[in-house]
């Protein structure tokens, strides 16, 4: 495709219940990121992907928050028993590979509400 | 720790005004800085990044290592300039964004 694709757009649910986000990255692209936006902060890095590699998830939040990558495409991130603070926008970027000297290219993101 | 600072929530200019949006960082080593930019109704973007020493739609930032800043600025600011500034570190292929500011370029 063109750009990062995250579906879907908006969210919303119940405390307690469980969520799932999707990321399609571009294709090729080897590295795959997973951040949080609060309202009126920066974007809070979550987890990544780079091939076939162990997952980097030293951002997650706690251990209701989960994601799963099929080889170098989808990304889904899992957030189960959802509370009230999860409420976010949750964004998805790919670059292609890590590294600093490559710029990530960043999904319109998922806005999760939750009542 | 590693941190990145963005003291202003909004920076209001008028056009032609010169800019500067200011960045502050802490990090151990030698850092890659990054800022990015979100127009209204657009995707996050990387607008440059240090390491290039490029100058993008006349914005140019220099890392100054003394002051740990890498401030973002511009000489004669524009109508379309307007939007969310973020700049970001990146620590072990992740990137630590600041809280952004957002920049209003007033006609």
């Known amino acids: 495709g063109a750009g990062v694709s995250q579906s879907p757009s908006n969210k919303v649910t119940e405390k307690g219940k469980d969520v799932e986000l999707r990321c399609d990255p571009i294709s090729g692209h080897t590295a795959l990121y997973w951040y949080r936006q609060r309202l009126g902060q920066g974007l809070e890095f979550l987890i990544y992907f780079q091939g076939n590699s162990a997952p980097d998830k030293s951002g997650l939040p706690s251990d209701r928050f989960s994601a799963e990558r099929t080889g170098e495409s989808v990304s889904t991130l899992t957030i189960q028993r959802t509370q009230q603070e999860d409420s976010a926008v949750y964004l998805c970027a790919s670059s292609s590979r890590v590294g600093g000297d490559q710029p990530q290219h960043f999904g319109d993101g998922t806005r999760l509400s939750i009542l | 720790a590693q941190r990145v600072t963005q003291p202003e929530k909004l920076l209001s200019v008028f056009k032609g005004a010169p800019v500067e949006l200011k960045c502050n960082y802490s990090?151990?080593?030698?850092?890659?800085l990054f800022w990015y930019v979100q127009y209204s109704r657009q995707r996050l973007q990387l607008l440059l990044r240090?390491?290039s020493r490029e100058s993008i739609k006349g914005f140019t930032a220099d890392l100054n290592k003394g002051e740990t800043s890498f401030h973002l600025k511009k000489p004669f600011a524009q109508e379309e300039d307007s939007a969310m500034y973020y700049c970001?570190?990146?620590?072990?292929?992740?990137?630590?964004f600041g809280s952004g500011t957002r920049l209003l370029v007033r006609p």
């Open positions: 990090y151990s080593g030698s850092p890659e």
């Open positions: 970001a570190l990146d620590s072990s292929y992740k990137l630590i």
């Open positions: 240090h390491i």
